[in-house]
């Protein structure tokens, strides 16, 4: 009999030490990659949180499979980027992330969270509309393909306080 891996899941601020590991993982999900001085000069900045999704099983203990990176100005935030290792994408860690950064928001009487994404980013699009959000613009030109075309970001937002 084969029994299946049973994953735990937490998700938690993320630490300096954490860096090398979220540029990896943003490495693997952007044409245009940040770096880890980029990294750690986001965690130092009071107005922007980052949390780490991290799973365990019987292989694997605390790895980190995503995270999100959030600004907060007032009573608004906006999503710098979400990213999920590649490997553990389709398993719901995006969705998870965005739920508990929500969340949190909410907790902290923000107003409204924006986004901006790809799109021809139909995962993501479709994870976005599933959580309330709504296309409020768009800029033509904006995200690099790693071509010579450069595509079109939607501008998306959600009302956190009902």
Known sequence: MIFPIKN????????LEDVPVLSDIHKKSFARAW????FQSFLGDDGIDCLV???????????????VLVRTVLDEAEILTIAVDPVQR??????????????????????????????GNQPALLLYQKLGFEKV??????YTSGKDSAATALIMQVELDG
């Not at 735990?8 to 630490?15: E, F, G, L, Q």
């Not at 770096?35 to 980029?38: G, L, N, V």
């Not at 508990?100 to 409204?112: F, W």
């Not at 613009?137 to 904006?142: P, T």
């Open 90 to 119: 389709k398993t719901g860690a995006g969705e998870l992330l965005m739920r508990e950064v929500m969340r949190k928001l909410y907790a902290d009487r923000m107003a409204k969270l924006f986004l901006e994404v790809d799109e």
């Open 137 to 142: 613009g768009e800029r033509k030109g904006y």
């Open 8 to 15: 735990t899941s937490s998700i938690a601020p993320a630490m």
């Open 35 to 38: 770096t880890d001085s980029e």
């Open 53 to 67: 999704l991290r799973r365990s099983n019987l292989r694997i203990k605390d790895k980190i499979i995503g995270f």
